[in-house]
């Protein structure tokens, strides 16, 4: 799942992730549009408060393309 597809999600949004990720919302905002990639650190922090579903991979689109290729 992208980030993006999980703000998207009811209940979900940028404010309250970058809130628990101790970040901007514009942070969270620009890496779900895609214009930026986060730093490692912060990836971690993203996986953990997604409950897993948005991988550090997901930001390269890595799980989109494993999902096709199974």
Known sequence: MTL???????????TR???KC????????RAAKGEVIPGRA???KIMHHTGGKVP???FYGVADQAAHTS
Do not use: D, F, Y
């Not at 597809?5 to 949004?13: A, I």
């Not at 101790?22 to 905002?29: E, G």
């Open 4 to 14: 993006r597809e999980w703000l998207e999600q009811p209940g979900e949004n940028a």
């Open 17 to 19: 992730l970058a809130n």
């Open 22 to 29: 101790r970040c901007a919302p514009s942070t969270i905002t």
């Open 42 to 44: 912060l990836m971690v």
């Open 56 to 58: 550090p991979n997901s």
